[in-house]
């Protein structure tokens, strides 16, 4: 059974850093192309950063400078180091596995992360 199971969620203060994290099951993790997007209450989800099998990286430019996606093979787990964190980072995070040869793909439940004082 296919799981992506997000954590590290949470309230934070402007300029404050969160650490997301994923853990993947069911699935051959390594081969995947893992992606972190977010979502605002009545807009459209947002892809956020990308990282691919062996690690390349790109980012949305509203997020480039601060945040770090990385990913660990061993332990089935992408995560999401947010740094200078904004109120206009306010979203749930979910994070998606695509696979390289199909059109298969997984999306995990979701963590919110709000950004206020």
């Known amino acids: 059974q296919v799981q992506l199971v997000e954590s590290g969620g949470g309230l934070v203060q402007p300029g404050g850093s969160l650490r997301l994290s994923c853990a993947a099951s069911g699935f051959t993790f390594s081969t995947y192309v893992m992606r972190w997007y977010r979502q605002i209450p009545g807009k459209e989800r947002e892809l956020v950063a990308t990282?691919?099998?062996?690690?390349?990286?790109t980012y949305a430019s509203s997020v480039k400078g601060r945040f770090i996606i990385s990913r660990d093979n061993v332990k089935n787990t992408v995560y999401l180091q947010m740094n200078m964190l904004k109120p206009e980072d306010t979203a749930v995070y979910y994070c998606?596995?695509?696979?390289?040869?199909?059109?298969?793909?997984?999306w995990g439940k979701g963590t919110l992360v709000t950004v206020s004082s």
């Open positions: 998606k596995a695509d696979s390289p040869v199909s059109a298969m793909y997984y």
């Open positions: 990282i691919a099998k062996l690690g390349s990286t």
